[in-house]
């Protein structure tokens, strides 16, 4: 039973152009939404994350949308570099600071 | 500050064998996570520590699968004995109390391990 959905394993995108990743969670109580990103034989990091309180954030060339009546959020990478490149994972904050992952989405950026 | 410590990098066992893992947090942060992740999937939490105490260990396998984090700093992973499908890597993080959620919390490199 996925509470995170992430439901496009891998996007192509041209170098310069936008890259939209999208997940959809199931449980309306999750109060924040995180985008990690994962290199091959490292560990995940960071990228961005929005409050629940938000439907926006913005950092860089990275945005994050939230539409909570959808259960739907969005990441925005514009534009996209060769070092985006990488598998993205979509997470959500439950009670006690439990974070729950999607499958991820594997990205590729074309030179 | 240094990052999340894991040891070893990459590990090769037999089937039924035992296995062990360690982590050390950033200096400091009371809440230490175990994950496993598993080829093409996303990192499922295994079990969370607040400072030496379990706060939720609810999808560690507790039959094969022990974890313990002594004095609230460094921590070890033990599965035995292990099975093909514990083929994973294991990753750790760590976060500070009253961290802001804005940073979200740091992992480690992971271990990769592979039954055979």
């Known amino acids: 039973d996925q509470q995170v959905k992430q439901n496009s394993p891998s996007l192509s995108v041209q170098e310069g152009r936008i890259s939209i990743l999208n997940c959809d969670y199931t449980n309306s109580m999750f109060d924040y939404f995180l985008w990690y990103k994962k290199y091959p034989a490292e560990g995940p990091t960071f990228l961005i994350s929005?409050?629940?309180?938000?439907d926006k954030n913005e950092d860089g060339r990275f945005t994050v949308f939230l539409n909570k009546s959808a259960k739907h959020l969005s990441l925005h990478i514009v534009p996209s570099q060769p070092g985006d490149s990488a598998v993205y994972f979509c997470a959500v904050k439950t009670s006690y600071d439990k974070v729950i992952f999607g499958p991820g989405t594997s990205l590729s950026v074309i030179p | 500050e240094a990052g999340v410590a894991q040891s070893p990098r990459y590990k090769i066992i037999e089937k039924r064998q035992s296995v062990a893992f360690w982590c050390n947090p950033i200096?400091?942060?009371?809440?230490l996570y175990w994950y496993q992740q598993i080829l093409g999937q996303g990192p499922k939490l295994l079990i969370q520590f607040q400072n030496n105490g379990v706060v939720d260990d609810s999808q560690l396998p507790k039959d094969r699968f022990s974890a313990e984090r002594l004095k609230g700093v460094d921590s070890t992973l033990k599965i035995q004995p292990a099975k093909l499908e514990d083929s994973a890597v294991y990753l750790c993080?760590?976060?500070?109390?009253?961290?802001?959620?804005?940073?979200?919390?740091?992992f480690g490199s992971g271990t990769r391990l592979t039954v055979v």
């Open positions: 200096s400091g942060h009371a809440t």
């Open positions: 929005i409050s629940s309180i938000k």
């Open positions: 993080a760590s976060s500070s109390e009253g961290l802001p959620w804005s940073y979200g919390y740091t």
